[in-house]
């Protein structure tokens, strides 16, 4: 029982429930959308009167196909998907690489073993080898500067 509890407070759960919440109220906008906005808009371009996707159907051997309301469906769909394109994966995307573009890299693959080791590092500490510091790199300062003497 003690894991169940722990499962319905975790973070996850509670922002998945505000996501759905959100989501079917999103949902309900954009039907509004659809149905008051876009559809008279198709009534104007197409001829002056307002369509009523809904209503299309067509017949064969008796049999109804109401091809109306998907098409009212997959409107919204449509609208929904440019939406959150426009809206939340373009200026994330863009976020994102604002963030990351100025980032200096910290870490550097292994020629040997290509493992991922500091950009400093002068022996892989995966497989040993001996690697060469970049220049202007702390460590090949260090490592050979002229003047200095071991005792």
Not at 25 to 40: E, K, R
Not at 64 to 73: A, I, L, M, S
Not at 111 to 125: G, H, K
Request: aromatic fraction near 8%; include cysteine; hydrophobic fraction near 50%.
């Amino acid at each position: 029982m003690t894991g169940f509890k722990k499962f319905l407070v975790r973070g996850n759960l509670v922002e998945l429930a505000v996501a759905v919440v959100i989501g079917a109220a999103f949902s309900g906008l954009v039907d509004a959308l659809v149905s008051d906005i876009i559809t008279p808009l198709i009534g104007a371009v197409t001829g002056g009167h307002e369509p009523d996707f809904a209503d299309y159907s067509f017949k064969i051997n008796g049999a109804e196909f109401k091809y109306g309301d998907f098409v009212n469906h997959a409107v919204s769909f449509l609208i929904v998907a440019a939406v959150i394109y426009w809206l939340v994966v373009l200026p994330m995307a863009r976020l994102l690489s604002l963030l990351t573009r100025d980032k200096a890299a910290t870490e550097k693959q292994c020629p040997e073993c290509l493992s991922d080791i500091p950009v400093a590092a002068r022996r892989c500490a995966f497989c040993t080898a001996v690697l060469v510091a970049p220049a202007g790199s702390p460590a090949s300062m260090t490592a050979h500067a002229p003047g200095r003497h071991s005792a």
